[in-house]
């Protein structure tokens, strides 16, 4: 089974805080995301990384950066975290565009909020 | 803005019976793919409709695609309440090279009582 896992369920943060959001897949999958999850606004895409070292932006990248250094290993960063980016972060992998599954395995996600 | 509107946005019904949900999209798509969602946690992929199919069938899911109208129906048959959680539709564009990024409708939360 696909294992995707999170750093943390639950984290409290200060507003201005540098915030790091890890996230681990056993399954050697190429492409990772991160998403927030937000009521009314369903999922949405922060950043995704197809490759080692390689990163696009999603639809709401601002104040948010990461680092995929290595292939099964996935970070979010809030530069400075702002009471706006409390939410729930979720982070998915996926085998490469070609493979023989085109599903995304997620997390059990991170409760963020920033006081 | 997201591609996929879903309706209804809560939807709640008795055990046994049928649960519908809707999705609708906006651009061409590779496939579109259903995902569920328990409360307070990641989600879990259900089933996968590619653009050249129209009905397919896992269980007692039921997904339909109709492209020309881009929109996708979710039929849960027989429902129980372990069914209770929130449901997503996803779409995956014709785009190669974006990596398998999907775009994800609002939701329908059902509630199945007992």
């Known amino acids: 089974d696909v294992k995707v896992t999170q750093s943390s369920r639950y984290l409290v943060k200060r507003t201005g805080e540098k915030v790091f959001l890890e996230c681990v897949q056993d399954?050697?999958?190429?492409?990772m995301f991160w998403y927030r999850q937000d009521p009314g606004l369903g999922l949405r895409l922060i950043y995704f990384?197809?490759?080692?070292?390689?990163?696009e932006k999603g639809d709401i990248p601002e104040g948010y950066s990461v680092s995929r250094e290595k292939k099964e290993r996935f970070s979010l960063i809030l530069e400075s975290a702002s009471t706006n980016q409390t939410s729930m972060y979720l982070c998915?992998?996926?085998?490469?565009?070609?493979?023989?599954?085109?599903?995304?395995?997620f997390g059990p996600g991170t409760r963020l909020t920033v006081t | 803005s997201q591609q996929g509107e879903e309706d209804p946005q809560a939807l709640s019904i008795q055990e046994g019976e049928n649960a519908t949900m809707n999705c609708s999209y906006k651009?061409?798509?590779?496939?579109l793919q259903w995902y569920r969602q328990n409360s307070g946690r990641g989600l879990v992929h259900l089933i996968l409709?590619?653009?050249?199919?129209r009905e397919k069938h896992s269980g007692r899911l039921r997904v339909t695609l109709d492209t020309s109208k881009k929109s996708s129906s979710l039929l849960i048959t027989a429902s129980r309440a372990a069914d209770t959680a929130s449901y997503f539709c996803?779409?995956?564009?014709?785009?190669?090279?974006?990596?398998?990024?999907?775009?994800f409708g609002q939701g329908t939360e059902l509630s199945v009582k007992p």
């Open positions: 998915a992998s996926r085998l490469g565009p070609g493979g023989p599954s085109y599903e995304q395995y």
């Open positions: 399954m050697d999958h190429e492409n």
């Open positions: 996803a779409t995956d564009g014709l785009n190669y090279n974006q990596g398998g990024k999907l775009i």
């Open positions: 651009t061409s798509i590779n496939n």
């Open positions: 990384s197809y490759d080692v070292k390689m990163k």
């Open positions: 409709i590619r653009s050249n199919e």
